[in-house]
T-cell receptor, first 114, second 113 residues
Framework: DTGVSQNPRHKITKRGQNVTFRCDPISEHNRLYWYRQTLGQGPEFLTYFQNEAQLEKSRLLSDRFSAERPKGSFSTLEIQRTEQGDSAMYLC????????????FGPGTRLTVT | GENVEQHPSTLSVQEGDSAVIKCTYSDSASNYFPWYKQELGKRPQLIIDIRSNVGEKKDQRIAVTLNKTAKHFSLHITETQPEDSAVYFCAASSGDSWGKLQFGAGTQVVVTP
């Protein structure tokens, strides 16, 4: 499968714990996006990278969230001190590099905070 | 920032009939408008997109229209089939954050045989 991959697919954690998700984009894609999707809603933008540079971070994202893309390939999204409100599907997408290039989504990581 | 509103939230159509979903956006600088289809438990997939330099685009049974003056765009599905049943999301790319997509809340489309 040469599409966008995400790991883990599911994560259950207790409130207060830290979690880290990984996204592997399509190999030639320069842009990588993170979105969050809750039940019955559309994906909500979190942050995006052009190669290794983080270009924008949503104002809705608290300081507990951090994302990296150290070598311009895979990316990680870390949530510190998880809260029940963090429970959601975390989606990663990648695109070639222009703002109007198609964004290809990964299968997502479903986070449940108990 | 950009705000996208989508209507209706649910749409039930008879197989063979047409379905229309409408979206409005707030940022006049937005110039890229994709539509995604998401089946239950699966990832969103692009079905069609339109850029602000055209008013209409068609791909087989699917078409999208854009009215920049009124800041709204619509998805039209003709001759609907049961496999068209899914949640459809419209999105807009804000002019000041090229590539950052603001999604609508989605439309659950149910096609009944």
């Amino acid at each position: 499968d040469t599409g966008v991959s995400q790991n883990p697919r599911h994560k259950i954690t207790k409130r207060g714990q830290n979690v880290t998700f990984r996204c592997d984009p399509i190999s030639e894609h320069n842009r990588l996006y993170w979105y969050r999707q809750t039940l019955g809603q559309g994906p909500e933008f979190l942050t995006y990278f052009q190669n290794e540079a983080q270009l924008e971070k949503s104002r809705l994202l608290s300081d507990r969230f951090s994302a990296e893309r150290p070598k311009g390939s895979f990316s990680t999204l870390e949530i510190q001190r998880t809260e029940q409100g963090d429970s959601a599907m975390y989606l990663c997408a990648s695109s070639l590099g222009r703002g109007d290039d198609e964004q290809y989504f990964g299968p997502g990581t479903r986070l449940t905070v108990t | 920032g950009e705000n996208v509103e989508q209507h209706p939230s649910t749409l039930s159509v008879q197989e063979g009939d047409s379905a229309v979903i409408k979206c409005t956006y707030s940022d006049s600088a937005s110039n890229y408008f994709p539509w995604y289809k998401q089946e239950l438990g699966k990832r969103p997939q692009l079905i069609i997109d339109i850029r602000s330099n055209v008013g209409e685009k068609k791909d087989q049974r699917i078409a999208v229209t854009l009215n920049k003056t009124a800041k709204h765009f619509s998805l039209h599905i003709t001759e609907t089939q049961p496999e068209d049943s899914a949640v459809y999301f419209c999105a807009a790319s804000s002019g000041d954050s090229w590539g950052k997509l603001q999604f609508g809340a989605g439309t659950q489309v149910v096609v009944t045989p």
